[in-house]
């Protein structure tokens, strides 16, 4: 039953990444695929997959099911990263939008309803201010957000007055626990959230302008697109991102723990962001690729915790893997790598000879 | 009376700022104007003010340096382990030191050689000596060398005898840093170059400048320092713990900015940064002083300051305008 | 504009102010009450507030100290040494009579606690130990005996099991005394018991969220199916862990047998509906003990090196009895 | 011709990818004169410039100084050498002192300290030879642009020049400071100083210099001396003209029989203008009419537009649209009121690089309607489509990313963004350069008919064949103010060549000439 199930999922994954061959997602799928063989042949057990109380059990849907707060906060940090800024608040956002849901549970005894829609009002409430700074005060976004960062989880823990808050409202339990059609449910917010990212960004026309701004913010601002609001929105929309991430993951441990929760994430995110494809530089995004570096990025700390590896030294993959990440992506890096290879450089930027000076005749020469 | 320049403002802010937080704690609490309370804001923040002076030339130059906190864990586990192993302290010492200046180099060389951005690659560099820390040992280690032990008590400075009250060699180690840099900042031509780059690099290169040479140096003196840093926090907690100091960069940068330092590039000032780390240190006595008061407080009033300064540098600089 | 600076300096002190000192009622150190007796000032540094546990501490602390009208100089160093060496030192500044702290890690206090010794204030370790060479560098430890606690939880799961059971354990913060010493004590119980083996070590540090994760990972490696026991270093992690079990589709407290140690009120809950065996209780209700000992001390009575604090073991048949005792 | 010439460049090759920059340049400049290097953009001065100072490095040629091969890898060695550069843009670091900025890299040091005395002396020195005494330790930005040029001066000469050149180093001073800074070049002249002097004002050359080299589309045109050089053959050879030639080739004002514009102008501005970027000056645009903006670069003729659209603000006058006053201040405004406007420096202010086809022209639609109401695919591709055939844009399909089309098709393209807006008024700066004489012939069609079809155009170029055959009224630029204005049968070559060559002062003369 395994092997059949195991050689299904490797024909869907190579029949993805077959046809995905020529697309920018093909990397950071085919550094994931290779991660998944190495343990599926060198893992024990990692690779099972089994139904137990009716949901999928094994250690692919724990990948899922734990990247899901990485997944959810590098959706917005794709947009922020390729409006050229970055958002270094995330983490502090998570741990506030939690502590905010749990204080109004708890503490002042509102209903869940009350307690989400508190909690991401406040995220919100500090996309708007993270947005402010960066697109209308012209603060350059790690500073700008570094302000939230150093002073969000104080706010935290001032909400949640620096107790771990646990809760049982059944509802906010279901968000980081519950299972639908037997997958985590927090697989489904994520698809919802990737569903809500693509529409707003791919059905308006927010997506262009987000990407016209990070590639040339003068030409876009020539051509008559509004930058600033634009910066703005998907500033906004990383503190909703950071908010339902936050929920999550309280939701997960059924508590609000201001001092740990999103701790770092905010790197994972931006690394996440980075591995799918998105130049840090701004411009075109990838937002079904960031998704694939979270997994990747999941998936490594998963092999850590199977391999009985401690998780302590799990950050020196990702060290390498970012390393790795950038050089892929530097223009030099690649002119180094194509002399050492002694491949002709890839074709020029520009394949029809632009305009020769010496086209244009001169009748005039002395 | 000659017309203060505009780039001395933020730095005249961070000078009242700490003035008027320690006059306010003297007023608030008593004891708190003791020459201990002084004597501890120097030794007890030595590490992270040595660490953030190279990281305010890194600031200077327009870059970002987010792989202090585990450098100087990395170092301290690093000598802890050394020290262990029977090597003398001197040469655990120093082999840290060379060992944070290569890193920095490496960093730098990626930086400039392959223009990748300043904050990706310093990240990395982060997650990879946090993750080496704990190859190199897992639990924190105490150090039970005599010239930790001894030496290092013995070589404090008594200031008075009725309460004994002495300079500690934390403290001598950043008075003396401070000092070296701001003669390095503005008493050599590295020094010098450092600012150019980080006001405009294009100028820097018509001038002629060595920016390649300049960049790699300064990242490679912030892993210096950095390790400097973890150098002295293994002589302030004679241990070494592969999980300290973690999120340590953010208040160095924070220590930079507030301390009068164009987080653009270009204008920058060592003792401005010992003042900002100074002041940090101050909110955090002022809240321990006050005893009842949650320390998160510190990270909200660190927050709002860094406001309140990048703030300031935004005025300042669109008035030049 | 050249007004506008002093100004905006003004403004940032200010703010600085009203954070930094707000309230300003309380006339900090060397007071003296009502009677005109010398009112008793003692600082305590805490670890942080990461567990329940920790939070009930610090609230036993505080409720003690005002009861007594003793004058309490608390400080969070939010899991950092740094900051509580700071604070620490911040104490002797202050003339505190009696320093009470909690390290967050075993090495590293040398230096400051010499010179409290110079200062003359005597030293109350809270309950965890600190490895230093001079054991006059503080009065007296209070606190639960870790190793005890280990051992005591080893006892129970091989009385329980008849010593035949395949445990994995989610080890506390790397470094930390309670996690050391917990694992050292179990390992000792078990060590005459050649059918009980520890087949996973982690560490969870003592959190709920990290707990789980690494359980799910227990769970999903090839020995998974011969767990019979855990043994988590503290509730948290022993809540986290149910949580991944139940994920499991296997019945917490049935099919995995898990000790834990603390006895938080959550684990009481977890008994009560059968998903936790056993708690070993780490009383984190010592504010009681604590100042009794900052008294003595600070009156120059003698006061003995290690004080154990009062705590039992519960399991599920003691669950339901206890639970409306629990107050944290 | 024993004594070798100062500079001697032969036969100077400089190829980037697409384009062959300098093409077998000669220049030499003696000892002791002022040597203006003229031409319009793409001449190949700048590159002529930066291979002399070691920022690129040479394709083929030679260059000599001093009768010694030089071949300076960087500025610095440039600088051994005796070379020594003041650019356009003050090329010095603005937060740090003058006496900093004049003694940077080679401060004066002892055992690797710095002596702030001795930099500080040596500052006044360098600068108390271009007669200027200044607070050597205040920040370099405290001080005017003016100032910050003679600082750049006074660096340039500290080390033993032999050679200076000045990149256009006029283009941000006023009169007196012009004047200034022509006093300390002829001091410097008498030193014998060889002084390579980049101008767009002829003015200034004829004031200053004593030869002059004109390049022309990366190729040498001419060596002469400025007194023998008048000003209407200078302006003949930079923009490709012979005198002769222009005076026998009458050329048919554009479209004679074009409709008769309307009678009221959809824009029109009175007074307008910006401090430091173009003096206040009147201007109209008729729907069915091409208004020519000539002159030289630098002359004004971009900033006029920039103005217009909104991405500076005009700080004097009003701006109507069709008799309406109204305020634009950024291009979102200029959008609103149907104005387009594609940008001279194509790479920077117009291409969306790493964007398609579809994308880049739809931007500007797009824009316009505001982020919630997204133009769907099939709408974006028969947009697309409609304006690469309409257009004929040279292109495998519009999903290409831009950047991987040729100058000429990009512009295309743009203009494709624009004229999916449907404007009225089309505002064009320099939409023929540096793309090829087939492109460039299209675009000129394009022109006529989008005029045809209504549209009131704005028409920037340095090309004055063109501005003659496109343009129903011509407007002449000089030194950032407008001189002329020329309409219909007054439209010829000659006659815009005249406005703009005449020295400052006698422009009214030759306002109206008769053809």
Redesign the interface.
Known sequence: MNVLSDLLFWAVFAGGLFALRQQRIFWPLLALALLLLFNNLFTPYFFNLEIRNGYLYGSRIDILNQGAKVMLVSLGMTLVIATGGVDLSVGAVMALAGAVAARLMVVDGHGFTTAFFGAIFVALLCGAWNGALVAYLGIQPIIATLILMVAGRGIAQLVSDGQIINFADPTMVFLGNGHLLGLPFTLTIVLALLAATWMLTRRTALGLFIEAVGDNPTASRYSGVNARLVTFLAYLFTGLCSGLAGLVAASNIKSADANHAGLYLELDAILAVVVGGTALTGGRFYLVGSLVGALLIQTLTTTMYARNVSADIAPMPKALVIIAVCLLQSEKARRYLSRFTRRPATPPALPSPAVAPSVIASPAQP | MKKIDPKYIPLLATAVVMVALYAGGCLAYPNFGSLRVLVNLLGDNAFIGIAAVGATFVIISGGIDLSVGSVIAFTGILIAQMVGHGWPPMLALSASLFIGLIFGAIQGALIHGFALPPFLVTLGGMFFLRGLSFVVNPESLAIKHPFYLTTVRALAIPLTQRPIVTFPLTAQCFIVVVIAATALAIYTRFGRNVYAIGSSEPSAVLMGLPVATTKIGIYALAGFFSALGGCVATFYMQSGNPASFVGLELDAIASVAIGGTLLTGGVGFIPGTMMGVLILGLIQTLITFQGNLNTWWTRIAVGVLLLLFIALQKAVGARRR | MKKLFPLLALAAAAITFTTGCGKKADPGTGTTDADGKKKLTVGFSQIGAESAWRTANTQSIKDEAAKRSINLVFSDAQQKQENQIKALRSFVAQGVDVIAFSPVVETGWEPVLQEIKQAGIPVILSDRAVDVSDPSLFATFIGADFIEEGKKAGNWLAEKTGGKATIVELSGTPGAAPALNRKKGFEQAIADKPDMKIIKSQSGDFTRAKGKEVMEAFLRSPEAKSITALYAHNDDMALGAIQAIEEAGLQPGKDILIVSVDGVKAAFEAMKAGKLNCTVECNPLIGGQVMDLAEKLAAKQEVPRRVFSQEGIFDQSKAEAELPNRKY | MAEPQLLEIRGLEKSF?????L?GVDFTVRRGEVHALMGEN?AGKSTLIKALTG?YDRDGGDSRLDGQSIRPG??????ALGIS?V?QEV??????SVA?NIC??R?P?AF???K?GAIHRRAERALARLDLTLDVS??L??FSIAIQQMVALA?ALDVDAKLLILDEPTSSLDENEVAELFKVMRKLRTEGLGIVFVTHFLDQVYSVTDRITVL????H??EYATTELPRLELV??MI???VS?VEKMNHPPADAAAPPAAAAPFLEVANFGRKGSIYPLDLSVKPGEVVGLAGLLGSGRTEIARLI?G?DRADSGVLKIDGQTVTIN???D??KQRIA?T?EDRK????????SIR?NI???L??????????GRAEQNALADRFIKALGV?TPGPEQLI???????QQKVLLG?WLATEPKLFILDEPTR????GA?AEIEKLIASLRKQGLAILFISSELEEVVRDSQRVIILRDRRKVGELAAEQISEQAIMQMIAAPTGESQAVLHPSS
Do not use: C, M
Not at chain 4, 74 to 79: D, G, I, L, M, T
Not at chain 4, 348 to 355: A, Q
Not at chain 4, 366 to 375: L, N, T, V
């Open positions: 990818p697409g384009v062959r920059a093409q793409g920022v960087s500025p610095r060695e440039a600088e550069t650019y090329n010095l670091i603005p937060h740090l900093e940077l890299g401060q040091s690797g300290f710095l702030w205040r920040q930005s405290s660096r022309r589309n990366g190729k045109v001419g003949a050879r490709g003209k012979d030639e659209f991405v950024n291009p979102r200029a959008l406007f940008a920077v202010d117009g291409i969306i690089p790493n964007l994308e739809v931007l500007a797009q824009a316009s309607r505001g982020p919630w109401a997204r133009i040279k950047k991987n089309l040729s100058g000429g098709n963004r540096g793309i090829d004489v460039k």
